[in-house]
């Protein structure tokens, strides 16, 4: 079964057996996931780098309602815009982006639906998995890549970059593994054989995440003084 950046991405943040969201990963996920959109454009020819911003070359359907969705935002502007730009408008103009993706992901036979209640009042979906083999590949996938040298093609450093940029290496790799395994997720992004628009579009993430984060704990500080 193939999956695109975005669904791999999200099966990697997600506990398996609650199919909740890792809380590791809520405030850097969202953008990973807007990221991995335009990493899916990009590779199917779809956008290309334009002296630093993002220009459509083919508008025509991938098939896919998400990508799509996303491909519409960027076609309709009347001006080329930067990746950070395009990677907030994205999550601004598509709220529901998680969802839209779990739901694919149970479309698919991967996730399944089910419905709880918080404090026996609120309720809410979560989306356990319902074959766990997509996940599991992806995961070793990533580790023989880090950790056994095998060779990876561009989808994979592009998957590499977003779990970089997102802040799952942690949740991939044992302690002890860490350090190792970030220096040479570092040089693979870093590499020749990684295109120009996949570094930008993961510096962009980062940079984001980066202040995002910064906002939150700044937001907590103001919070807890109180």
Request: aromatic letters at 4%; hydrophobic letters at 45%; charged letters at 25%.
């Amino acid at each position: 079964m193939v999956l695109n950046l975005a669904e791999e991405l999200l099966l990697l943040g997600l506990e398996t057996d609650t199919g909740e969201l890792m809380l590791t990963v809520t405030t850097s996920l969202p953008y990973g996931l807007a990221g991995a959109l335009l990493l899916e454009l990009f590779n199917a020819d779809k956008i290309v780098m334009d002296n630093n911003n993002i220009k459509v070359i083919n508008s025509s359907s991938t098939n896919d309602a998400v990508i799509d969705e996303a491909l519409g935002l960027i076609s309709k502007s009347s001006e080329n815009k930067d990746c950070k730009y395009w990677v907030k408008k994205i999550i601004s103009e598509m709220p529901d982006l998680i969802d839209k993706i779990m739901n694919n992901l149970v479309a698919k036979g991967i996730l399944k639906k089910e419905s709880k209640k918080i404090l026996w009042i609120i309720p809410i979906d979560t989306f356990p998995m319902q074959d766990a083999l997509p996940t599991v590949y992806t995961r070793l996938r990533v580790r023989e890549i880090v950790l056994e040298s095998q060779s990876p093609d561009k989808r994979d450093v592009a998957l590499l970059s977003l779990i970089k940029a997102t802040n799952l290496t942690d949740e991939l790799f044992m302690k002890e593994e860490r350090t190792q395994a970030t220096n040479i997720i570092n040089d693979l992004i870093g590499g020749e054989q990684i295109g120009q628009a996949i570094k930008d579009i993961n510096l962009e993430i980062t940079s984001i995440i980066a202040s995002s984060v910064a906002g939150s704990v700044a937001a907590a500080s103001v919070v807890g003084t109180y």
